[in-house]
């Protein structure tokens, strides 16, 4: 229980800060706020999804799927043939589309409030009315998100691990 108290005041610092990015890396998550000159960064492992105007924006399966191009609302059409698609190029998949889509817009914004539950899941709101929420989706002990605040010379600090069994602080 005290890993999990320090872990929640850990992630209080993202309160105020701007979800300034978010992308991937094959398929884990990478989630950029900054506050002033901090950077921290979440990566995230473990099942997922994001909320805007109630409903889901984007989750953690649209990675795999090829993002459509819509001609109008009856027509829909594919940039490329579904049995030569790639999800793991970059820009193909509805993930990537969204997620690019949410930030060149600025629709993301400051984050206003933090929390994680007894199983590890965590939860974040935006002033903007996003809603980013893990899913802690194993009982072992690997790794399901991380978050952490990276130095100017590039090192992870003050991580904390989540894992299906335990919270690790490093």
């Not at 949410?102 to 590890?120: H, P």
């Not at 989706?137 to 605040?149: G, H, I, L, M, V």
């Not at 904390?160 to 335990?166: A, E, N």
């Amino acid at each position: 229980m005290l890993n999990l108290i320090k872990a929640l005041k850990s992630l209080k610092q993202l309160e105020g800060s701007n979800f300034a990015d978010i992308g991937r890396q094959h398929d884990i998550i990478w989630i950029l706020f900054i506050n002033g000159e901090d950077h921290y960064y979440i990566n995230i492992k473990c099942s997922w999804r994001m909320i805007k105007n109630n409903s889901v924006y984007v989750g953690c399966k649209d990675i795999y799927k090829l993002a459509p191009v819509y001609l109008n609302k009856t027509s829909i059409y594919y940039s490329e043939r579904r049995d030569m698609y790639d999800w793991n190029r970059y820009g193909a998949n509805i993930f990537d589309r969204k997620t690019k889509q949410l930030i060149i817009a600025n629709e993301a914004g400051k984050v206003s409030c933090i929390g994680i539950s007894k199983q590890n899941d965590m939860c974040f709101k935006t002033d903007k009315e996003i809603i980013f929420q893990t899913f802690t989706d194993a009982s072992d002990n690997d790794e399901q998100w991380r978050f952490y605040k990276k130095s100017d010379n590039g090192e992870e600090n003050d991580k904390i691990i989540l894992t299906g069994q335990k919270i690790f602080l490093k």
